[in-house]
């Protein structure tokens, strides 16, 4: 460890030195003095912020070989300075053993060391020796450190803190053969509540970026999630594992600029997702190319020039023949039109005009009032908002464009003018996005700065030939970015304010909600269709998401591009808890991947009867208000939730506050009443609020009234069976009479 921490340190230092005397220089020198500064200074702020990063647990592993040699496993490569190998990554070939090697597949390895670290000191090692016939085995044994699976099974116990950490030192081989799968197919992870996947899927992001660092470095890592909560909860997990930069977000903030912070009902969300709204889009856009019904004549200086048909069925025709967006395109529609009318002008004329006076003529064309009602009749400038307003505003103009919408699906849809956008709008906003293409004022805006980075780019290359030093190691782009105070941050500003920015890998978690719209707005932004999807259809709880995938996958990515693979093994609940959730889910009617839980929790599932509904928030108030004693630390670990019908969640809410109020010290319950929504130690809330979240201990508030509040029987099914699985140590369930007659758990 201390070999490994010296390394780190020399290495900091280095770099500490190294920025501080290129900030020494201070501004002077030449422009190619100054910039070169500038490319080599973030280059060290980058390698800093990095070796900083890994400081906690920098080391978590050994493997010893039947030639005695150590491989020490790490977060981050480390050599000395004379280039022999300190740390291996935990990312590369040599790692692999560490997670796969078993007693009968071991290869050339004899012992597995799993050592626990608090930032540098050494807390547990544990050995699991793999050939029984190695020396290594009486060694392990007479140390007292011959273990099994106690690294896994202590982070499990300890307490939440509402902050994902990284799995790294305890990755289980078939998580560890989905991390390493390649680059270039679309990866489904399968796997009930607690067996990893998200922590899979996260360490898969790190490990391709790791692995395929030039193909991937300049197009990024997107991660979708179902929540702002949950991407809080997750993004410590990426920089721990040393990778920075990698653009976070949900459904609702993938467009930049927009933000959907309004839900629409189950029944309307289905519809807005589902495919054919494609269509619906199309045809809007559309009707916005036509032919006007009245086609004025035009008095242009005492002449007369009529506006034709056949004029507008040959520019709309050049138009679309463009393939260009809807509003881009336009610049040719208006462009051919104008054109027309003037030749139709100067063909009254007993003179041939200069060039000066065509143009002049085109002028005054464009400034006429009735030319330009008329042509944006014929083809009207649009922006996405306003078609997404629009549509839903109008029932019979939906109605037109969405022929196999019934009149009840009408009805669900349609909403008052300037309505806000919600989350299930997001992707037909793209589409429309996507069919418009930008704002013809934003377009412009966008052309200059296109233009001033254009500039900035020939300045680099220019730089870099003058200094002589375009070598590779310092490329134009490299320079040009650290000149914007560029870094694999930056790359990842400049994609998530770029609609059309394309990743080279995305990760979806909770993939079983999306709809199909969702998925095309995704596949739009990975031409590549490099996917990890990680999901459980037995958690399918949106009307339009999915329930078998390869009925999903077939159809987004054809039968021989994606693989399936199944966790099976609940890392999260106790064995008591998993088993109540797998047997309800069963019984519903749920596909359960969960085959077992690794541990046993005594008391880890309790219930809790009332007499009736007056008795029920006290109940609820009295039991968390205990649990807080029992899990709930002032340094922020520990977390509870307790889980309701959304009719019930502020009633519950101000109840449970008022009983923490009279009973905890005045600190305690300010610092915890004071807390972000996103990371309160305890939470009071619905089942879409705690998805893929986890919790030290769970209360389940009247289950039957969860299940009668669901849109659909197995929308309920999955709900609850997402509220079920949420604890890592406790289950409590709180119910009145008439709800325990209503649904049997």
């Given at each position: 460890?201390?070999?490994?921490?010296?390394?780190?340190?020399?290495?900091?230092?280095?770099?500490k030195?190294?920025?501080?005397?290129?900030?020494?220089?201070?501004?002077?020198?030449?422009?190619?003095?100054?910039?070169?500064r500038?490319?080599?200074?973030t280059?060290?702020?980058?390698?800093?912020?990095?070796?900083?990063?890994v400081?906690?647990?920098?080391?978590?592993?050994?493997?010893?070989?039947?030639?005695?040699?150590?491989?020490?496993?790490?977060?981050?490569?480390?050599?000395?300075?004379?280039?022999?190998?300190?740390?291996?990554?935990?990312?590369?070939?040599?790692?692999?053993?560490?997670?796969?090697?078993?007693?009968?597949?071991?290869?050339?390895?004899?012992?597995?060391r799993?050592?626990?670290?608090?930032?540098?000191?050494v807390?547990?090692?544990?050995?699991?020796?793999?050939?029984?016939?190695?020396?290594?085995?009486?060694?392990?044994?007479?140390?007292?450190?011959?273990?099994?699976?106690?690294?896994?099974?202590?982070?499990?116990?300890?307490?939440?803190?509402?902050?994902?950490?990284?799995?790294?030192?305890?990755?289980?081989?078939?998580?560890?053969?989905?991390?390493?799968?390649?680059?270039?197919?679309?990866?489904?992870?399968?796997?009930?509540?607690?067996?990893?996947?998200?922590?899979?899927?996260?360490?898969?992001?790190?490990?391709?970026?790791?692995?395929?660092?030039?193909?991937?470095?300049?197009?990024?890592?997107?991660?979708?999630?179902p929540?702002?909560?949950?991407?809080?909860?997750?993004?410590q997990?990426?920089?721990?594992?040393?990778?920075?930069?990698?653009?976070?977000?949900?459904?609702?903030?993938?467009?930049?600029?927009?933000?959907?912070?309004?839900?629409?009902?189950?029944?309307?969300?289905?519809?807005?997702?589902?495919?054919?709204?494609?269509?619906?889009?199309?045809?809007?856009?559309?009707?916005?190319?036509?032919?006007?019904?009245?086609?004025?004549?035009?008095?242009?200086?005492?002449?007369?020039?009529?506006?034709?048909?056949?004029?507008?069925?040959?520019?709309?025709?050049?138009?679309?023949?463009?393939?260009?967006?809807?509003?881009?395109?336009?610049?040719?529609?208006?462009?051919?039109?104008?054109?027309?009318?003037?030749?139709?002008?100067?063909?009254?004329?007993?003179?041939?005009?200069?060039?000066?006076?065509?143009?002049?003529?085109?002028?005054?064309?464009?400034?006429?009032?009735?030319?330009?009602?008329?042509?944006?009749?014929?083809?009207?400038?649009?922006?996405?908002?306003?078609?997404?307003?629009?549509?839903?505003?109008?029932?019979?103009?939906?109605?037109?464009?969405?022929?196999?919408?019934?009149?009840?699906?009408?009805?669900?849809?349609?909403?008052?003018?300037?309505?806000?956008?919600?989350?299930?709008?997001?992707?037909?906003?793209?589409?429309?996005?996507?069919l418009?293409?930008?704002?013809p004022?934003?377009?412009?805006?966008?052309?200059?700065?296109?233009?001033?980075?254009?500039?900035?780019?020939?300045?680099?290359?220019?730089?870099?030939?003058?200094?002589?030093?375009?070598?590779?190691?310092?490329?134009?782009?490299?320079?040009?970015?650290?000149?914007?105070?560029?870094?694999?941050?930056?790359?990842?500003?400049?994609?998530?304010?770029?609609?059309?920015?394309?990743?080279g890998?995305?990760v979806?978690?909770?993939?079983?909600?999306?709809?199909?719209?969702?998925?095309?707005?995704?596949?739009?932004?990975?031409?590549?269709?490099?996917?990890?999807?990680?999901?459980?259809?037995?958690?399918?709880?949106a009307?339009?998401?999915?329930?078998?995938?390869?009925?999903?996958?077939?159809?987004l990515?054809?039968?021989?591009?994606?693989?399936?693979?199944?966790?099976?093994?609940?890392?999260r609940?106790?064995?008591?808890?998993?088993?109540?959730?797998?047997?309800?889910?069963?019984?519903?009617?749920l596909?359960?991947?969960?085959v077992?839980?690794?541990?046993?929790?005594?008391?880890?599932?309790?219930?809790i009867?009332?007499?009736?509904?007056?008795?029920?928030?006290?109940?609820?108030?009295?039991?968390?208000?205990a649990?807080?004693?029992?899990?709930?630390?002032?340094?922020?670990?520990?977390?509870?939730?307790?889980?309701?019908?959304s009719?019930?969640?502020?009633?519950?809410?101000?109840?449970?506050?008022?009983?923490?109020?009279?009973?905890?010290?005045?600190?305690?319950?300010?610092?915890?009443?004071?807390?972000?929504?996103?990371?309160?130690?305890?939470?009071?809330?619905?089942?879409?609020?705690?998805?893929?979240?986890?919790?030290?201990?769970?209360?389940?508030?009247?289950?039957?009234?969860?299940?009668?509040?669901?849109?659909?029987?197995?929308?309920?099914?999955?709900?609850?069976?997402?509220?079920?699985?949420?604890?890592?140590?406790?289950?409590?369930?709180?119910?009145?009479?008439?709800?325990?007659?209503?649904?049997?758990?």
């Amino acid at each position: 460890m201390t070999r490994a921490y010296d390394r780190l340190d020399s290495l900091r230092d280095q770099a500490k030195e190294r920025l501080a005397a290129v900030r020494a220089a201070g501004s002077h020198g030449s422009p190619t003095q100054r910039t070169e500064r500038d490319s080599f200074a973030t280059m060290y702020e980058d390698r800093l912020m990095q070796l900083r990063a890994v400081e906690d647990r920098l080391v978590f592993g050994r493997l010893d070989d039947v030639h005695g040699k150590r491989r020490y496993i790490g977060r981050i490569g480390l050599s000395s300075a004379e280039h022999e190998p300190i740390l291996t990554d935990w990312r590369a070939e040599a790692a692999r053993p560490f997670y796969e090697a078993t007693p009968s597949h071991h290869g050339d390895i004899v012992m597995r060391r799993h050592i626990t670290l608090h930032f540098r000191e050494v807390t547990g090692i544990e050995d699991e020796v793999l050939d029984v016939h190695s020396d290594q085995v009486g060694k392990a044994q007479d140390a007292g450190t011959l273990t099994g699976e106690g690294a896994l099974l202590a982070s499990l116990n300890s307490k939440r803190t509402g902050k994902m950490t990284d799995i790294v030192a305890t990755i289980q081989a078939e998580q560890d053969r989905i991390i390493r799968a390649p680059l270039d197919r679309v990866v489904i992870v399968q796997g009930g509540p607690g067996t990893g996947k998200t922590a899979v899927a996260l360490h898969r992001a790190a490990y391709l970026l790791y692995t395929h660092r030039r193909r991937l470095q300049n197009s990024g890592v997107l991660v979708i999630g179902p929540s702002t909560g949950f991407l809080h909860y997750i993004d410590q997990v990426l920089p721990s594992l040393g990778e920075t930069g990698v653009v976070s977000r949900t459904i609702a903030d993938l467009i930049p600029g927009f933000v959907a912070s309004h839900e629409d009902g189950p029944r309307t969300a289905m519809l807005k997702g589902d495919w054919r709204m494609r269509h619906t889009i199309e045809n809007a856009v559309a009707a916005r190319e036509r032919i006007p019904s009245h086609l004025p004549v035009i008095s242009l200086n005492g002449f007369k020039v009529p506006m034709l048909r056949d004029d507008f069925n040959q520019a709309i025709a050049d138009a679309k023949r463009t393939r260009q967006p809807h509003n881009k395109a336009r610049e040719t529609f208006v462009r051919d039109m104008l054109a027309t009318l003037r030749d139709r002008y100067v063909e009254q004329l007993d003179y041939q005009p200069n060039q000066a006076e065509l143009y002049d003529i085109l002028t005054q064309l464009r400034m006429n009032d009735q030319v330009r009602i008329t042509l944006n009749k014929a083809w009207l400038p649009m922006t996405g908002p306003w078609l997404i307003d629009q549509l839903f505003a109008k029932p019979q103009q939906l109605k037109r464009f969405a022929p196999w919408l019934s009149d009840d699906d009408v009805n669900a849809l349609t909403r008052p003018k300037g309505s806000p956008l919600t989350r299930s709008d997001i992707p037909l906003l793209d589409e429309a996005l996507e069919l418009l293409g930008p704002d013809p004022k934003q377009a412009a805006r966008q052309a200059a700065k296109d233009a001033k980075r254009a500039e900035e780019e020939q300045f680099a290359k220019d730089t870099l030939a003058q200094a002589g030093i375009g070598s590779g190691i310092v490329t134009s782009q490299m320079l040009l970015d650290n000149i914007n105070g560029g870094s694999d941050e930056l790359i990842a500003q400049h994609a998530a304010a770029d609609r059309e920015w394309t990743y080279g890998h995305i990760v979806v978690d909770e993939a079983q909600e999306l709809t199909a719209m969702d998925w095309r707005m995704l596949i739009r932004r990975c031409p590549s269709r490099s996917f990890t999807i990680v999901g459980d259809v037995a958690q399918t709880s949106a009307l339009g998401g999915t329930r078998s995938w390869a009925k999903t996958m077939d159809r987004l990515f054809g039968p021989e591009h994606w693989d399936l693979n199944e966790l099976t093994i609940d890392y999260r609940n106790p064995q008591e808890v998993s088993d109540l959730a797998s047997r309800f889910a069963e019984h519903e009617g749920l596909y359960v991947s969960t085959v077992k839980a690794v541990r046993h929790v005594d008391d880890s599932v309790r219930r809790i009867r009332v007499a009736d509904e007056t008795a029920l928030n006290a109940r609820v108030a009295e039991e968390t208000l205990a649990l807080a004693e029992e899990y709930v630390g002032d340094d922020g670990t520990g977390r509870i939730a307790v889980i309701a019908a959304s009719q019930h969640v502020a009633a519950l809410r101000d109840t449970v506050t008022d009983r923490l109020r009279e009973s905890l010290p005045r600190d305690r319950f300010t610092r915890l009443s004071e807390q972000n929504a996103w990371d309160r130690q305890i939470m009071v809330c619905t089942t879409e609020e705690v998805k893929g979240l986890e919790f030290d201990a769970v209360i389940v508030v009247q289950p039957g009234e969860i299940e009668q509040s669901s849109p659909a029987r197995l929308v309920a099914a999955a709900d609850l069976y997402v509220a079920m699985t949420r604890p890592t140590q406790r289950l409590l369930i709180v119910r009145t009479e008439d709800d325990e007659r209503q649904l049997t758990i």
